[in-house]
């Protein structure tokens, strides 16, 4: 079997927090939203029903935890969850929280604006908060 | 337990296709894209995380098989999955099949215009599309 490896857009657009039963949540690094990113490490997969049954079923239940962690972290209003995969097809899942307050208000996040570096600070406050939604999963 | 009663923006922008294992399937009135929606019929979720354990497994599940299922009958280049439910929170999982040579390319169909309703023709042409996806399901 091939071996997995990290597609480079997916690696520069996020950084790695874990990886949760064979799965990567990464961070992305734009400051406007609570951003992560799931990717199941499993090569050559662009949809969710690419994965063998087993880990198909692992991985939508590590979709759901995090969500729900997330949402609960941070007190959202609403949670994104979406395999979009239009640009890079590896598989992968964007989990988001999301507010009627905020940039994108009733629309999806996508094509509103662009992407904001968050500065180091950010980052690490960021990072801290993912963490402890990864150590809150059950 | 209260009753479920299936929003009234979902009825309004969507056509019942058929219930499967719990779930509605259900037809956009968008001729732009094979686009269904998918709503587990239990009152009250918002998040596929609310959903109890063992109806949330199923209905990933649905999902998983009806976007492989769609993916095949459209001979798609990819499948957009998503929970989003910032206007509607009703729980309710779009299923897309898309290409890069459709109206919205490599970006999500939201916030790309606006949806154009099918003639008669081309709703009972998806309609049966969408019914051999639905009897195709494993």
């Not at 480079?8 to 039963?21: F, G, K």
């Not at 994965?51 to 969500?67: H, Q, T, W």
Request: charged share 20%; proline share 6%; net charge neutral.
């Amino acid at each position: 079997m091939t071996e997995f490896v990290l597609d480079p857009r997916l690696a520069a657009d996020s950084e790695h927090l874990a990886t949760i039963r064979g799965v990567q949540a990464r961070m992305m690094n734009d400051a406007r939203f609570p951003w992560m990113i799931l990717v199941p490490e499993h090569p050559g997969a662009s949809e969710l029903f690419d994965l063998p049954k087993s880990k198909e079923a692992n991985f939508m239940d590590v979709i759901c935890r995090v969500g729900a962690a997330m949402k609960a972290e941070y007190a959202a209003e609403k949670m994104n969850i979406a395999q979009l995969g239009n640009v890079v097809t590896q598989l992968h899942v964007h989990v988001i929280a999301r507010w009627m307050s905020d940039l994108a208000g009733a629309a999806p996040i996508w094509g509103v604006g662009k992407p904001v570096p968050m500065t180091d600070a950010e980052k690490a406050e960021r990072r801290a908060a993912f963490l402890r939604v990864l150590a809150a999963l059950s």
